[in-house]
C-alpha cells in the first residue's frame, strides 16, 4: 500500500446558490444594486421636500403674520374714514334736498316776507317750518293785543285759506303767551 495518503472528504463542498434568491446571479445583482442607488436618491428627494415643506412654513407664517397686520391696519382706516364717509352722505343728501328744492322754484324769500309783514314788533318768532301752502309757527308774545292783531292779520288776508292752533299757553311767570299754528295758503300766490 502506498505510503501516502490522500485526505478523502465525505462532505460535499457547499455552493453558493446563484444570485438572489435562487434567480439568476445576473437579474438579482441588477436589482439589488438598482434599489440601493435609486432608494438613495429617492430618500434624498424626500427628505428635501420635507425640508423645503418645513422651511417653506415659516415663510407662509410670516406672510399670514404680515397681512394679518395690514388687514388690522386696514379695517382701523377704514373705521377712522367710516365716520368722513357718514358725514358725505349726510351732505349729498342735504345738496340733493336742496336741489330739490331750488328745481321746485317755490319763492322761499317771498314767503318769508309775507310773514315777517304780519308779526307785529312785540312778538318773537321761535320756530318757522314753511312748505309750498303751509307754514308753522311757534311764537311768543308779551302783549295779547299784539296776538290780536297777529290773528286779525292773518284772518283778513285772502292768500291764508285756514289756520290751526295746535298748541297756546299763558306763561304766568314770564308773563307771555306762547303758541303754535299752522297756516295754510293757497298754492303759488
Do not use: C, H
Not at 50 to 62: D, E, G, P, Y
Not at 64 to 79: E, G, R
Not at 126 to 148: C, H, M, P, R, Y
Amino acid at each position: 500500500m502506498p505510503e501516502e495518503y490522500k485526505d478523502i472528504n465525505f462532505v460535499p463542498e457547499k455552493k453558493p446558490k446563484p444570485g438572489i434568491a435562487g434567480v439568476g446571479d445576473n437579474l438579482g445583482q441588477r436589482i439589488f444594486q438598482w434599489t440601493i442607488k435609486t432608494g438613495k436618491i429617492i430618500i434624498m428627494i424626500v427628505e428635501f421636500l420635507v425640508l423645503a415643506i418645513f422651511f417653506s412654513r415659516f415663510k407662509l407664517n410670516q406672510d399670514l403674520i404680515k397681512l394679518k397686520k395690514d388687514i388690522d391696519f386696514s379695517a382701523q382706516v377704514l373705521n377712522v374714514y367710516q365716520k368722513d364717509e357718514t358725514n358725505l352722505r349726510n351732505a349729498q343728501q342735504k345738496i340733493e334736498k336742496i336741489k330739490a328744492i331750488d328745481n321746485s322754484k317755490f319763492d322761499w324769500e317771498k314767503q318769508i316776507s309775507f310773514i315777517q309783514s304780519k308779526v307785529p314788533e312785540l312778538m318773537n318768532i321761535e320756530t318757522l317750518s314753511i312748505n309750498k301752502t303751509t307754514t308753522e309757527i311757534s311764537a311768543k308774545v308779551k302783549d295779547a293785543s299784539s296776538f290780536g292783531v297777529f290773528v286779525r292779520e292773518l284772518v283778513n288776508d285772502p292768500v291764508i285759506t285756514s289756520i290751526t292752533f295746535s298748541s297756546s299757553r299763558y306763561n304766568t311767570e314770564e308773563k307771555e303767551y306762547e303758541f303754535s299754528m299752522d297756516i295754510t295758503m293757497k298754492g303759488d300766490e
